[in-house]
């Protein structure tokens, strides 16, 4: 069973009040095998994560391994492993055959370069396999929060993905960074070590940084462009 595309908007409107747990449970019902958690190990996503793995123990869950992740965000991954053995997750790279021309033409470090090389960059390392990812897939499934950025505002706990025709389900959607934390911390979730250096949104090593006191969550990322905060992933079709 899977929900029609015209059908989403009621359906978000059906869950706009349950718990995330709920959200997930409902997800897991209604696609099974055919809907998977997208996580970069963030502290949304260890979250869910953990909610994931009490509902069902060998939930599909995926990640996008850049080739330019921080060491801590691989120590993270490993705990999470072994506190959860039953979870399928899936680790995707990138394809060498396009990473290797990339960086041969505009350097190892393109992204710093121009907007364009960043894009082209995230295009190869992560939205490439994403794609690849999807493929296959019913719904995905997204530790997204409203108050993350501006372009998340209109997101729904449940929508429709025209770029890839499948549902997307964010079941912390409503959820504030505060409740993030109360729920790792009284659950004794695994999380990236680089949260306790002031880094709340977590990429890619060359284009993270820490943020300031009252600086917004994700102005560490690719933080020496003016505007643009996002990546690709969630970009709205
Ligand atoms: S975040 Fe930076 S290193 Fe990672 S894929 Fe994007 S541009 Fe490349």
Redesign the pocket.
């Known amino acids: 069973m899977s929900v029609p595309p015209d059908a989403i908007a009621q359906t978000a409107a059906d869950l706009a009040h349950k718990t995330p747990q709920e959200v997930l449970a409902w997800a897991l019902q209604t696609y099974g095998d055919d809907v998977s958690l997208a996580t970069s190990f963030g502290a949304e996503d260890v979250v869910l994560i953990d909610m994931l793995a009490k509902i069902r123990s060998d939930a599909r869950v995926f990640t996008l391994d850049?080739?330019?992740l921080p060491q801590e965000t691989y120590d993270v991954i490993d705990a999470i492993q072994r506190k959860y053995p039953l979870l399928r997750l899936d680790i995707l790279f990138p394809d060498h055959t396009e990473v290797e021309p990339m960086v041969q033409e505009l350097g190892i470090n393109?992204?710093y370069d121009s907007v364009a090389?960043?894009?082209k960059?995230?295009y190869?390392?992560?939205v490439a396999p994403l794609n690849r990812a999807l493929d296959g897939l019913a719904a995905w499934m997204t530790g997204l929060r409203r108050d993350q950025t501006s372009n998340r505002n209109a997101m729904a706990v449940v929508e429709w993905d025209g770029d890839r025709q499948i549902a997307k389900i964010n079941p912390l959607i409503e959820w504030s960074y505060t409740q993030v934390w109360e729920y790792i911390r009284q659950n004794f979730v695994p999380y990236n070590a680089l949260h306790e250096r002031n880094y709340p949104s977590i990429?890619?090593?060359?284009?993270?940084r820490a943020v300031a006191e009252g600086e917004d969550l994700r102005a560490g990322?690719?933080w020496w462009e003016q505007s643009n905060q996002e990546?690709g992933l969630h970009v709205r079709s």
């Not at 990429?203 to 993270?208: E, I, N, Q, S, Y």
Request: some cysteine; charged content about 25%.
């Open positions: 850049t080739g330019r393109l992204f090389n960043r894009k960059c995230c190869v390392r992560k990429g890619c090593a060359p284009c993270t990322r690719w990546c």
